[in-house]
């Protein structure tokens, strides 16, 4: 299955637009396969290090399925579509906005899953985003492992544990870009799966870390949430790292690359 990529204005990435729905489907039709397929995300933290790291770069570009997870990138985005004219009747904008927490709690609707791996998290978030996951997927095998304390030893850890479990989808929350770094050096050698970078999700679907009100989603006001709850980890994010992006940019553009 191919999706078609569609350009984000100014940023320089392409992303797969799709709802909740759409991507329910995606994953029906990649789980049937049983190949090994990839799902990321783009906010501007990945769009950032998408033009400053060679091998993030490479990944998302051979990823199966890149959302909108981001309010910046998905304005931008809807911008660029209206000024092509875009669908005859375009929905919402903001339908298009997918973090993974908006998606997780659909995977119930898919048809034939039947082995889940949640990686990532501490122990306590992992078992507890572990049972949250067999109450979405009653019919499934939902497996855990911590991720906490990652190095070379973990990792080879964990590979041997997928192989073991065999899972179809896979959902691995290892922080950005620790998760995507992990997937670019052993995907192939990883059993065949839909592997699915999920950040936080984890401790988010585990109730450790707070969600914020979906109204502020809509809004494009979840950073104020995340800096109010987490100042230390979410202020460079939001104060920072715009501006490195801004110059990334710049000296793309000047260099003629767009």
């Known amino acids: 299955m191919t999706l078609q990529r569609q350009p984000v204005p100014v940023l320089g990435v392409d992303a797969t637009p799709l709802d909740v729905a759409g991507l329910t489907a995606v994953l029906n039709g990649f789980v049937a396969d049983g190949a090994t397929r990839t799902v990321v995300g783009h906010n501007l933290h990945s769009v950032t290090l998408f033009h400053s790291e060679p091998e993030f770069r490479k990944f998302y570009q051979n990823s ?10 998905l304005w931008l985005w809807g911008r660029g579509r209206r000024k092509t004219g875009g669908e005859a009747h375009p929905r919402p904008v903001m339908d298009y906005r997918l973090g993974s927490t908006d998606w997780i709690p659909a995977l119930g609707r898919l048809d034939g899953l039947h082995r889940i791996a949640v990686l990532g998290a501490g122990a306590a978030a992992n078992a507890k985003a572990v049972a949250k996951l067999q109450a979405i997927v009653p019919g499934a095998t939902v497996s855990g492992m911590p991720g906490e304390g990652w190095d070379p030893d973990v990792e080879e850890k964990a590979a041997a544990w997928l192989a073991e479990v065999q899972p179809q989808l896979v959902l691995i929350g290892l922080g950005m870009p620790l998760q995507e770094e992990v997937l ?16 936080g999700a984890i401790e988010q679907i585990a109730g450790i870390q707070k969600l914020a009100p979906r109204w502020l989603g809509r809004l494009g006001l979840e950073w104020a949430w995340r800096l109010l709850l987490h100042p230390r980890r979410v202020a460079y994010r939001v104060f920072g790292e715009p501006w490195v992006l801004l110059g990334l940019l710049l000296r793309r553009r000047l260099r003629g690359q767009g």
């Open 64 to 73: 199966d399925v890149v959302l909108l997870d981001g309010a910046p990138v």
């Open 184 to 199: 670019w050096r052993r995907l192939s050698s990883l059993p065949p799966a839909v592997y699915c970078a999920v950040g």
